[in-house]
């Protein structure tokens, strides 16, 4: 099983983007799915979790401007990103549950750029 994360890139300030996780090799959805952003020099940030029974949980930092849903049908994790603000800018990456019984962030995207300007 693998998660593969999309989109990113750059914008300025107030703006949006979106990314996309694939989770491929699953029998069935993962128990929980994630993403989580990191910049250069400091620790990992979780930012939001959706979870195979549909609670969806956002950290505070992002919450009311993040927007996380699941495509079930698809296996795929978004992340609609809005009123973007320049201490987003990081790499964002998706993770993911090994099976559907457990939660724990055990497979790992290799991650996507996020830049926002001002």
């Known amino acids: 099983v693998h998660v593969a994360e999309s989109g990113g890139g750059s914008v300025q300030a107030g703006g949006s983007l979106g990314l996309s996780c694939v989770a491929s090799?699953?029998?069935?959805?993962?128990?929980?799915m994630a993403w989580f952003r990191q910049v250069s020099g400091k620790e990992r940030e979780w930012v939001a979790t959706?979870?195979?029974?549909?609670?969806?949980t956002y950290a505070d930092s992002v919450k009311g401007r993040f927007t996380a849903s699941k495509d079930s049908a698809e296996n795929i994790l978004y992340l609609q990103m809005d009123s973007l603000q320049p201490e987003d800018t990081a790499v964002y990456s998706c993770?993911?549950?090994?099976?559907?019984?457990?939660?724990?962030?055990?497979?790992w995207g290799q991650g996507t750029e996020v830049t926002v300007s001002s």
């Open positions: 959706w979870d195979r029974y549909g609670d969806i």
């Open positions: 090799g699953y029998p069935t959805s993962p128990r929980c």
């Open positions: 993770a993911a549950s090994a099976n559907w019984k457990i939660c724990s962030y055990t497979i």
